[in-house]
């Protein structure tokens, strides 16, 4: 099998097989998201929301409540709470592992509180607090994710270089100092951050070389759903790029990614499965 060797992803409740590519369902509670905010902004929307991702075979559930688009800027902390802590109630119960897309640690755990199994930060557990509520749960699962600069101004001065290697250096880093916390290495995936104070080629420099970053030796998450790079290589407005965005997800998939997190659930699944039919007859690499 051309596929990584199978391996387990430790959360709260389940440990996640990742021997087959997992499709995480994003559930934006905010008025304010890039692509689809205000559509899931209550809790009920959103717990419908969930519902529905479910049937159309996300594996993962990813509620955010702060939008971290370009230019976004910060919101407090009551507010998030408010947005996300009812959905994150209703969600643990429907059977399948939820992640809390955050970096404050307050809402981490909030959410470790009621249930939540996995943490999903885009500043990596870089701010006040947030490792130590990751370290002291004992099983959460955690996604780090690569970001150059902060939301409100990152794309206004993005990477410089070759953003291959300094995305390696940082997402190995992160995982070591957190295992020097005492976090088990199987709770630990990390995520390129594509997006995240990167130029449209350095985006694309990450998906054609997204094997070297395997070097970090723990899953990769890939997250390109209607990222601004695919609007720029295609032309498409973001409610157009579920095609670019399929797309890209597969690719990710093909240059090694176990988790992909989109918002087109279905259409997602549905193309994975054409490339697992694919992955299942590849002749076995026999060792020389």
């Known amino acids: 099998m051309h596929s990584a060797p199978s391996t387990f992803w430790q959360t709260s409740r389940f440990a996640i097989d990742l021997a087959q590519p997992q499709v995480m369902g994003i559930v934006n509670v905010t008025p304010d998201s890039f692509s689809d905010g205000g559509q899931h902004?209550?809790?009920?929307a959103a717990l419908?929301?969930?519902?529905q991702l479910l049937r159309d075979g996300a594996h993962i559930l990813?509620?955010?409540?702060?939008s971290t688009r370009p230019g976004s800027p910060p919101l407090p902390l009551q507010e998030e709470l408010a947005r996300v802590l009812p959905v994150l109630r209703e969600g643990v119960r429907l059977g399948v592992p939820v992640s809390v897309d955050t970096y404050k640690s307050a809402v981490m755990q909030a959410?470790?509180?009621l249930g939540a199994d996995i943490v999903n930060d885009i500043w990596a557990l870089r701010q006040s607090g947030a490792a130590d509520v990751v370290a002291q749960h004992g099983s959460c699962g955690v996604c780090l994710m690569h970001m150059h600069g902060e939301p409100a101004t990152m794309q206004l001065h993005p990477m410089q270089a070759d953003a291959v290697p300094q995305v390696l250096h940082f997402l190995q880093q992160s995982a070591l100092d957190l295992q020097g916390l005492g976090v088990d290495s199987a709770r630990i995936v990390l995520d390129p951050g594509i997006g995240f104070g990167?130029?449209?080629?350095?985006n694309f420099a990450l998906l054609a070389r997204q094997?070297?970053?395997l070097a970090a030796g723990r899953p990769l998450l890939a997250g390109w759903s209607r990222k601004s790079s695919l609007g720029a290589v295609s032309g498409l407005d973001v409610g157009q790029r579920l095609l670019p965005s399929v797309a890209a997800a597969l690719l990710a998939v093909e240059q090694g990614a176990r988790i992909v997190r989109v918002h087109d659930v279905r259409?997602?699944?549905?193309a994975l499965a054409v490339w697992q039919a694919m992955d299942a007859q590849r002749p076995v690499a026999t060792a020389h």
């Open 48 to 51: 419908r929301h969930c519902e």
């Open 211 to 213: 094997r070297e970053l």
């Open 198 to 202: 990167k130029t449209v080629e350095q």
């Open 62 to 66: 990813d509620i955010g409540g702060e």
């Open 41 to 44: 902004a209550g809790p009920h």
């Open 267 to 270: 259409e997602t699944v549905a």
């Open 111 to 113: 959410a470790l509180d």
